[in-house]
């Protein structure tokens, strides 16, 4: 499995899955470089919860050594 798997990428949002010990500005720069927003504001990490109420991060439903971030531009 790939450090950072982007599992939602939209226009607005994109929810990632990766390692617990990783940095928050690794993953801001990750997605910056893989998906771009072709406008002046960046990817960062949203500061409300998911959609569905879980809190940003949460752990990832399927390996407990990963969280589930939410970023938007």
């Avoid at 990750?30 to 406008?39: E, L, S």
Wanted: hydrophobic share 30%; charged share 25%.
């Amino acid at each position: 499995m790939s450090k950072i798997v982007y599992y939602s990428v939209g226009i607005i949002h994109i929810s990632v899955c990766v390692p617990k010990e990783m940095k928050r500005v690794e993953i801001t720069k990750d997605a910056n470089a893989k998906y771009p927003t072709g406008i002046s504001s960046k990817w960062k990490i949203h500061k409300g919860n998911f959609h569905n109420g879980n809190s940003n991060p949460c752990q990832c439903d399927q390996e407990e050594d990963r969280l589930h971030y939410l970023l938007s531009c």
